[in-house]
C-alpha cells in the first residue's frame, strides 16, 4: 500500500475564537464559554476557554465558580454557549478545508480529517505547503486560527495536531512516527481514559513505548482481543482507517418496474417492499444505518415524483423501512392523480454502525467519554 499523507485540522479554543470573531474586542481579555444549567448563578460547566484564559488556569469541563475565582478582580468575558452561531461557522470552516482534500471527513464541529496524499504526489514536505495555504486561507476569509498535525495515518495526524497550539503545524513523517510517540504517555491514545491508564500502569506500563514493546498476548488477556490488538497497533503508530467522507449523498436505492401501471397502494407496496427487503440487506452487509427514507414513483409520463422523511435517529430496521416507505407513497399518491409505472425507494444519509472492526475509533471515542 502506498504510504498516505493525512491531515487533522482542528480550529483553536473553537466556541471562544467564534465570540471573539463577533466581538472583537474581548479578544484581549480571557474569554469564557459557558453551559449554565440555570440552577444557580453560577452553576454549571466551562465549555472552552480563550488561551488568554487558559493562562490563569481556566480549563474546558470546570464548574463556573471555580473558573470566576481563578480569573478574581481580573476583566473577563463570561458568556453562554450559542451553538448555533458556531454550527455556521463551522460550515463556512469546513467548505474552505474540503477544497484541499482528495478524501474529505469532518470529524467533529471544530475538526476534520483531509487525506491529501494524490494532491501531494505522497510528499510530505508538500503537504506542509498546503497546510500553510490553508491557514492562510482560513486566516485571511474567516479571521480563524487552526492547529494542523500531518502524518501517514489518522492516528498520528490527531496526537500530532495536538502538539503545538494555538496555530501550530506538526509533520509527522513516517520514519519519525515510533520516536515521536515512544515517550508520550498512554492516555494520549484515544480510548485509553483513567481506567485504562491505571490499569496499564499496575502492567508496568506508563508510555507509548512500553505499550509498543508489552507482550501482546498478555494484553489480549487483560483488555480483551479487540482492545488489546487496537492497543499495541496504536502504540505502534499503525491505523487503516481510511478517511471518509460521512456523506449525506451517499444512498442506497432499488427501482422496479411494476407488472402493470397503477396507483393501488397495496399492489405498489407489494413490489415496493422486496425493494426495501433487497435495500436492507445491503444495508446490513454495509453496517450501515440510515436516517432519510425516499420514494420515487415514474408515472406513465416518464415524469418522476418523489417524496422523502428523514427520522429522528439513524436505523437499520427493515420495518422502519417499510412502514415510512408505505407512509411516502400514501402521500405521493394522494397529491397526485395519475398512475405509476415504476416505483424505487431510497435510503440515505448514512453512518456507519457502533459495531464491528471498521469501526473502531467511533467506538472508542463513545466509550472515552
Ligand atoms: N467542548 C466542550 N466541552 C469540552 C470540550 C470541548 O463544550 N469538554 C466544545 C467547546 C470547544 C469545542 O467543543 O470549543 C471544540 O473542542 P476542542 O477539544 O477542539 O477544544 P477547543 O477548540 O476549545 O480548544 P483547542 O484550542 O485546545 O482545540
Ligand atoms: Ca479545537
Ligand atoms: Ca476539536
Known amino acids: 500500500m502506498q504510504t498516505r499523507v493525512v491531515m487533522l485540522v482542528d480550529m483553536d479554543y473553537f466556541f471562544a475564537q467564534c465570540e471573539e470573531l463577533r466581538n472583537p474586542v474581548i479578544r484581549v481579555k480571557p474569554v469564557v464559554v459557558c453551559v449554565f444549567s440555570g440552577r444557580s448563578e453560577d452553576s454549571g460547566a466551562v465549555s472552552t476557554s480563550n488561551y488568554v484564559a487558559r493562562s490563569y488556569g481556566v480549563k474546558s469541563g470546570m ?24 454550527e455556521e461557522v463551522s460550515a463556512k470552516v469546513m467548505s474552505i478545508l474540503r477544497k484541499y ?25 508538500e503537504a506542509t505547503e498546503l497546510a500553510s495555504k490553508m491557514k492562510n486561507e482560513l486566516n485571511t476569509q474567516l479571521k480563524l486560527t487552526c492547529s494542523i498535525g500531518i502524518g501517514p495515518n489518522k492516528l498520528v495526524a490527531k496526537i500530532a495536531a495536538d502538539e503545538r497550539k ?62 488489546g490488538t487496537y492497543f499495541h497497533r496504536a502504540a505502534l503508530g499503525v491505523d487503516d482507517e481510511p478517511v471518509e467522507e460521512r456523506s449525506e449523498i451517499e444512498s442506497f436505492s432499488r427501482i422496479s418496474t411494476l407488472k402493470q401501471d397503477s396507483r393501488d397502494l397495496n399492489f405498489i407496496m407489494e413490489t415496493a417492499e422486496r425493494l426495501c427487503s433487497e435495500i436492507h440487506d445491503t444495508i446490513v452487509n454495509e453496517k450501515t444505518n440510515f436516517k432519510t427514507i425516499g420514494v420515487i414513483a415514474i408515472f406513465k409520463d416518464l415524469s418522476p415524483h418523489t417524496r422523502s422523511k428523514t427520522l429522528e435517529s439513524p436505523t ?8 415510512n416507505t408505505k407512509k411516502l407513497f400514501e402521500k405521493l399518491f394522494t397529491e397526485t392523480e395519475d398512475e405509476a409505472r415504476r416505483v424505487g425507494v431510497r435510503v440515505s444519509n448514512l453512518s456507519k454502525e457502533q459495531k464491528g472492526q471498521k469501526q473502531l475509533t467511533s467506538f472508542i471515542q463513545k466509550r472515552s467519554e
Open 316 to 323: 437499520d430496521s427493515l420495518e422502519v423501512l417499510k412502514k
Open 101 to 125: 482534500a482528495d478524501f474529505f471527513e469532518q470529524a467533529g464541529i471544530d475538526e476534520a480529517f483531509l487525506d491529501v496524499t494524490q494532491k501531494t504526489s505522497g510528499q510530505f514536505q
Open 63 to 86: 464548574p463556573i465558580y471555580l473558573a470566576k475565582k481563578k480569573l478574581e478582580n481580573i476583566d473577563a468575558t463570561f458568556l453562554p454557549v450559542d451553538e448555533k452561531y458556531y
Open 166 to 227: 494555538p496555530d501550530g503545524l506538526t509533520l509527522i513523517e513516517p520514519e519519525q512516527v515510533q520516536e515521536f510517540l515512544s515517550p508520550m504517555n498512554v492516555s494520549r491514545l484515544l480510548g485509553v481514559g483513567i481506567r485504562t491508564r491505571e490499569k496499564m500502569q499496575c502492567l508496568g506500563i506508563n508510555t507509548v513505548g512500553e505499550l509498543a514493546r508489552y507482550d501482546t498476548q498478555r494484553l489480549n488477556e487483560v483488555f480483551g482481543r479487540t482492545m
